[in-house]
Nanobody
Framework: QVQLVESGGGLVQPGGSLRLSCVASGFTFTRYPVAWYRQTPGKGRELVALISRTGNYEVYTDSVKGRFNFSRDDAKNAVFLQMNDVKPEDTAVYSC?????????WGQGTQVTVSS
């Protein structure tokens, strides 16, 4: 059974940092590209970052370039999103997602709130 579990969200002040984690079970993360999405009330789901299967290629949405960093730890079957210099507009529920054998799987999401 494919399962994704995110953690690491919380309340952070503008300019601060957070590290989100996504741990997979039921399959091997290393075989697939993985994405982080975020969603806020009233807005659609937004692709934040994507990491390649091998971890040597990443794509970021323009608003987070230079501030967020996507990494993966194959030994832990996990991926991470390091969020630096966060801004109020980064407030959202962040979810990791992976496409496995034609089916897209999502974690439950973790809330990130950026506020002073």
């Amino acid at each position: 059974q494919v399962q994704l579990v995110e953690s690491g969200g919380g309340l952070v002040q503008p300019g601060g940092s957070l590290r989100l984690s996504c741990v997979a079970s039921g399959f091997t993360f290393t075989r697939y590209p993985v994405a982080w999405y975020r969603q806020t009330p009233g807005k659609g789901r937004e692709l934040v970052a994507l990491i390649s299967r091998t971890g040597n290629y990443e794509v970021y949405t323009d608003s987070v370039k230079g501030r967020f960093n996507f990494s993966r730890d194959d030994a832990k079957n996990a991926v991470f999103l390091q969020m630096n210099d966060v801004k109020p507009e980064d407030t959202a529920v962040y979810s990791c997602s992976v496409l496995v054998s034609g089916d897209r799987y999502w974690g439950q999401g973790t809330q990130v709130t950026v506020s002073s």
